[in-house]
């Protein structure tokens, strides 16, 4: 079982981009997920969860601007990020809960800049 991530680039401020983090292999159980970032010299925190229900919460910081979403169907899950800043260049991850285990995605790169 693996997490796909991807979906970062370059985008100047105030810019979007949509995050996807896709699971392959074979799931019997899907639970909760989430979007971590670690920008440069700084620890990794979280962004964004969404329940196994469906219940979604993000981080002060990114209220209004960024939104987590789930499609089943596809197995996918979302971060769309609007009013892009700098302070949100970062390496992002995203985290489910697959058959009772956290895996983790390999991060994808998003830099905000001029």
């Known amino acids: 079982v693996q997490l796909q991530a991807f979906g970062g680039g370059l985008v100047r401020p105030g810019g979007s981009l949509r995050l996807s983090c896709a699971v392959s292999?074979?799931?019997?159980?899907?639970?909760?997920g989430a979007w971590f970032r670690q920008a440069p010299g700084k620890p990794r925190e979280w962004v964004a969860g969404?329940?196994?229900?469906?219940?979604?919460s993000h981080v002060d910081s990114v209220k209004g601007r960024f939104t987590i979403s789930r499609d089943d169907a596809k197995n996918t899950l979302y971060l769309q990020m609007n009013g892009l800043e700098a302070e949100d260049t970062a390496i992002y991850y995203c985290?489910?809960?697959?058959?009772?285990?956290?895996?983790w995605g390999q991060g994808t790169v998003v830099t905000v800049s001029s």
């Open positions: 985290n489910r809960i697959l058959d009772d285990r956290s895996v």
């Open positions: 292999g074979r799931i019997f159980k899907f639970g909760s």
């Open positions: 969404i329940t196994g229900g469906g219940t979604t």
